[in-house]
């Protein structure tokens, strides 16, 4: 049964979630479980202050990430999948410290060792990718857009999905998107957009996959929305397991909250079972 005592009781999935194992780690996972979750999609955090500047320094990083999946699974029992993958703030820093073609090297170098996981089927997907979320100059925002598009040739030729990290804008983000990735020969269907707004109508998101940070508000936007997004969304907090960043993004807790909250708003059965089931298994796979 998915629905005891007027209450969601099914599979309850956070599409977008950090660990660090010097942090909280193995408690936020299940601070997590205790409020109802079950799935988690666990996406790799960057060291800022010991970025790779090798191959074989990704491979440690990557395999990091892949350990404490593991060990969440074994220790919680909590179905888990893992995207690897360099954040776009990675190839900015390293750009401003190695330079553009040492950069854009390592940068490639690790998304091609994030495929090669996916293949190994120790991920699931690649990400968090994308290109700068705050003002950059435009020499900066042209080269990072010249790189997102060869991730999307990428992945078109692996077949892997994209999990996203763009800047903040609505439609016009997803529009943009959407004709480069038509352009690759990319499905709009691979691109999952992480920390998306509440607006899930499908004439916004025009075929890319909304993962919405759940935050206040935005179970009243989701309802508002819902009837005009047939292809589902994702549910994500952006945990980032960072005391020095308290309150930057939401707490383990509440997607399996706002599940509860989108429930009681009118979500029912169907609809729950897409955003954390059978969406999860159309883009990532089965669950490991």
């Not at 202050?49 to 320094?57: G, S």
């Not at 998107?177 to 499908?202: F, N, Q, T, W, Y």
Request: net charge negative.
């Amino acid at each position: 049964m998915t629905i005891e005592n007027g209450r969601w009781t099914g599979p309850i999935l956070d599409n977008h979630f950090h660990l660090d194992r010097k942090h909280r780690f193995l408690d936020a996972a299940l601070d997590f479980k205790r409020a109802g979750g079950t799935d988690l999609v666990l996406v790799h955090k960057p060291d800022f202050d010991n970025l790779p500047i090798e191959q074989d320094a990704w491979k440690i990083a990557y395999q990091d990430t892949i350990d404490m999946a593991n060990e969440v699974r074994k220790e919680l029992a909590l179905g888990v999948r893992v995207i690897l993958g360099p954040h776009p703030a990675t190839w900015v820093h390293q750009r401003q410290a190695l330079g553009d073609e040492l950069a854009s090297e390592l940068y490639c170098d690790a998304i091609d060792l994030a495929f090669e996981y996916c293949h190994q089927g120790d991920a699931c997907a690649v990400g968090e990718v994308g290109r700068p979320h705050w003002q950059v100059e435009d020499e900066i925002w042209n080269r990072a857009n010249e790189l997102l598009s060869w991730t999307f040739r990428r992945a078109k030729k692996e077949g892997f999905a994209l999990q996203l990290h763009v800047e903040g804008e609505g439609a016009s983000t997803y529009e943009n998107l959407a004709k480069m990735a038509d352009s690759e020969g990319l499905a709009r269907g691979k691109l999952v957009r992480h920390h998306a707004p509440p607006d899930i109508d499908k004439d916004t998101t025009v075929g890319l996959v909304p993962s919405v940070v759940v935050g206040k508000g935005s179970v009243e936007e989701i309802m508002q929305n819902i009837g005009n997004c047939i292809d589902g969304f994702l549910m994500e907090t952006d945990y980032m397991d960072d005391p020095r960043r308290p309150g930057a993004v939401l707490g383990p807790k509440t997607v399996p909250k706002r599940t509860q909250a989108l429930f009681q708003a009118g979500l029912d059965e169907e609809q729950l079972m897409l955003i954390h089931h059978h969406l999860p298994e159309k883009i990532y796979g089965p669950q490991i």
